[in-house]
């Protein structure tokens, strides 16, 4: 078979049937005597031992960090399931923000305080909103630092000196 090259230069009188033959004889003996890559079994069994070795490794570590997160996952609902105060006799409405979307339940008027004041915290546990003291909300956002724990920010305000209203503070809990 004769590329177009090799066509041309025959038409052109530059190269003869019998040197183009040749060099094509050439060519086929070059590939047929090109040494192949030696293949070393021993080596590629090493390699990939190595490769198995090192992806188990991997899945081994993935697996014992999954199994220490379901482990402090737990401790966290259990220290939440433990510190939870009773809030069934609680008629007095406290609203939050979760995700944009505001929340509300019903607290009484002690926790509704310490809620405001920032003493208590409110943390998601099974679907329901539990209240929480403080020290054990620290410890759940330990454990668990992706579940969400609610605390109220308490910032004191930098009174302006031309405010005709600073002597008449609005209290945190007024209720409308």
């Known amino acids: 078979m004769i590329n177009s090259l090799q066509a041309q230069l025959l038409k052109a009188g530059l190269v003869d049937e019998k040197k183009l033959k040749q060099a094509q004889r050439a060519k ?3 590939i047929k005597n090109t040494p192949e890559k030696v293949h070393n079994p021993a080596a590629a069994v090493e390699k990939a031992r190595a490769e198995k070795a090192e992806r188990d490794r991997q899945l081994n570590q993935q697996r014992q960090e999954e199994s220490a997160r379901k482990e402090r996952e737990a401790q966290a609902k259990q220290i939440i399931e433990q510190a939870r105060l009773d809030r069934s006799s609680g008629e007095t409405a406290y609203q939050f923000v979760v995700k944009n979307k505001i929340k509300k339940i019903h607290v009484t008027e002690e926790q509704f305080d310490k809620l405001s ?3 208590l915290a409110i943390v998601r546990l ?3 909103f539990q209240i ?4 054990a909300a620290e410890k759940v956002t ?3 630092p992706h ?3 609610i605390i109220a ?3 004191a305000e930098q009174a302006d000196e031309d405010d ?3 002597a008449f503070k609005v209290p945190d809990d007024l209720m409308w």
Do not use: H, N, T
């Open 28 to 30: 086929k003996k070059a």
């Open 117 to 119: 004041r920032g003493k």
């Open 126 to 128: 099974s679907g329901q």
């Open 132 to 135: 929480i003291p403080l020290e």
């Open 142 to 144: 330990e454990r668990a």
């Open 147 to 149: 579940w969400p724990v």
């Open 153 to 155: 920010k308490v910032e």
């Open 164 to 166: 005709p209203y600073a």
